[in-house]
């Protein structure tokens, strides 16, 4: 609506009032108080945390089994903090593909709706701010504090799996970590839009809560076996040319990768086991002659860009829908 | 400046097939208290959504103080203070956190808005309650925080949609009287909003009568109406029905 004009007053407002913060980082200077002071911030953080803890000590209990003679990741000692588990507690990446939706839904889903119950809303509309600054704030709030909380539990993992096992990570392993900590929070990001999103667009917290957790449900459980039963239906005769094989998996695996879970968990493999060279079928001819070696990092980045794309993709198109939504919604006091 | 406050142009508001506001034309004067009086549903609360740019006229225009509000409400809502039915609090934090929260908002300095917000808790008569948690007012008492959170930007009007709703007599007065009280001192533009007749006919100089989306009638509120029947005639006249509904 008035963009340009905000702009010119955010500057002209500068010189005027330096001594004062401007009203977006107010707002979340404001929301970030809220999360950290919240009981489910804690609640949430003591999971998390438990769960984080007992990964580490099933890696731990496991690495020695887990380095095999020939093993072309067997340079990557510490990564395998992060994957490495005995099948009785999940590694850490799966936690975080597991929870981390859990994280964003539960900080996000009363975003606007709680503000409209509580009659704030229209209070806080009424003052002189834009409109998107109030989601913009409680989008970065919110991010800011899952962001500290992951890099501290990823930062944590390290710390701990140092003391114990007393090889220090090369710098590769370490941007590793902190790559796959990134990607962890564009993942989380895009549940937490999503879940903004449903604030909006319904009134009830509750609902909006339930709504998430369906998406979340739908993609974590039924969704797999959807794929199945369609895959079931597709696959191509015992007599089918390779060719038509080949295309066949592609199509299921491009099928499966509608599942904002699937993206992140072929970026975090990829990212956190060197040695996995390619995300898609591979013909014999194409593995032919190739050394079981890992990649260097940028070549790991390079395999997993799509998917890397792909979920900022969906996380931008719940922003857009949220802020579509929002700045065209009528606010009524209660 | 300009002798209008707030001028409507031919303001429409449609929502599907209902006509919520309805080829509305209405200027109100500086320094004066506007009375909006009419019926639950006659589209009071939609014309005060336009005039803050909450939500969009379907065909016709705001402005207030010579601004469009629908094209530019950052710089309406600079200048208007307005005070929702039913006003809500962040919970969690104390009626003095409630203000100072609002003036950071405006832009005003931390220092400045604690005295600023302490003066006008005194003014209000919270002050005691200053430190309590907004949680727990009570609903008068909340009311009385909304108009000091309304004031703390120093408008030049203030808009008060159904502010006594929920308040018992003794506290109508009282907020009555601060309305009354304020506007005088500081030579503040007030719409108020309401469907008791009798309150409105305490506090305003000039009363609009809204029914069905439309004004029918514009009044000014001579002692002659204050203090005789003369206005509960009219109101009687387009509405029907008994008196005011006290």
Request: with cysteine; glycine share 8%.
């Amino acid at each position: 609506m008035g963009l340009t004009i905000s702009i010119i007053n955010i500057s002209g407002e500068d010189a005027a009032m330096s001594n004062t913060n401007h009203p977006f980082w107010v707002i979340v200077n404001k929301e970030i108080s809220d999360y950290v002071r919240s009981w489910r911030f804690i609640i949430l953080i003591v999971i998390i945390a438990l769960t984080c803890m007992g990964s580490l000590y099933t890696a731990l209990t496991n690495i020695r089994e887990a380095i095999k003679p020939n093993d072309p990741d067997g340079a990557f000692l510490f990564l395998k903090l992060f994957t490495v588990s005995d099948g009785t507690l999940p590694s850490f990446a799966v936690f975080i593909s597991f929870l981390g939706p859990l994280l964003g839904i539960s900080l996000g889903f009363d975003a606007i709706n709680s503000e409209q119950n509580k009659g704030t809303l229209s209070r806080i509309l009424s003052q002189p701010i834009h409109r998107d600054y109030l989601i913009n704030a409680k989008f970065v709030a919110a991010l800011t504090v899952i962001g500290i909380m992951l890099f501290m539990l990823g930062f944590l993992v390290m710390g701990f799996g140092l003391i114990a096992i007393g090889i220090p990570p090369t710098a590769e392993e370490f941007m590793r970590v902190i790559f796959f900590l990134l990607v962890s929070l564009f993942y989380v990001a895009f549940w937490l839009n999503l879940s903004i999103f449903f604030s909006i667009r319904f009134k009830q917290a509750a609902t909006s809560a339930l709504a998430c957790v369906a998406i979340w449900l739908f993609f974590s459980v039924f969704y797999n076996m959807i794929i199945n039963l369609v895959g079931k239906a597709l696959s191509p005769s015992a007599w089918a040319s390779d060719y038509q094989v080949i295309a066949y998996q592609r199509f299921m695996l491009n099928l499966l990768r509608f599942a904002p879970s699937e993206l992140f968990n072929e970026a975090t493999m990829t990212l956190l086991m060197p040695s996995v060279r390619s995300l898609g079928p591979l013909t014999m001819e194409q593995v032919h002659g190739a050394i079981p070696s890992p990649l260097p990092l940028g070549q790991s980045l390079l395999v997993v860009w799509p998917q890397l794309t792909g979920l900022i993709a969906a996380t931008v198109v719940c922003f857009a829908l949220s802020y579509v939504s929002f700045m065209r919604k009528e606010v009524r006091s209660r | 400046m300009c002798q209008y406050v707030i001028e409507l142009t031919g303001l429409t508001k449609k929502y599907g097939n209902f006509t919520a506001v309805n080829d509305l034309n209405l200027q109100i004067r500086k320094g004066e208290i506007f009375g909006l009086l009419g019926p639950n549903g006659a589209g009071k609360s939609t014309t005060i959504l336009m005039m803050l740019g909450l939500t969009e006229p379907t065909t016709g225009s705001v402005k207030v103080c010579n601004i469009d509000s629908t094209t530019h409400p950052i710089d309406v809502k600079r200048k208007v203070g307005y005070l929702p039915e039913d006003v809500g609090f962040y919970e969690d934090m104390t009626g003095i956190e409630n203000l100072i929260y609002t003036a950071a908002l405006n832009g005003i300095r931390k220092k400045e808005a604690r005295a600023k917000a302490e003066q006008l808790l005194d003014r209000v008569g919270l002050l005691k309650e200053a430190d309590k948690k907004a949680g727990k007012y009570s609903k008068g008492m909340r009311q009385r925080l909304g108009l000091a959170d309304v004031l703390i930007k120093s408008p030049e009007v203030i808009i008060l949609d159904e502010p006594t709703s929920g308040i018992d007599p003794a506290g109508v007065q009282e907020f009555m009287d601060l309305i009354r009280q304020l506007s005088r001192e500081e030579g503040l533009t007030v719409l108020f909003s309401s469907h008791h007749l009798n309150q409105v006919r305490q506090v305003c100089d000039r009363v609009g009568l809204f029914g069905g989306g439309k004004l029918l009638a514009e009044i000014e509120l001579t002692d002659l109406h204050k203090t005789e029947h003369g206005l509960d005639d009219i109101y009687n006249q387009y509405f029907g029905g008994g008196r005011s509904h006290e």
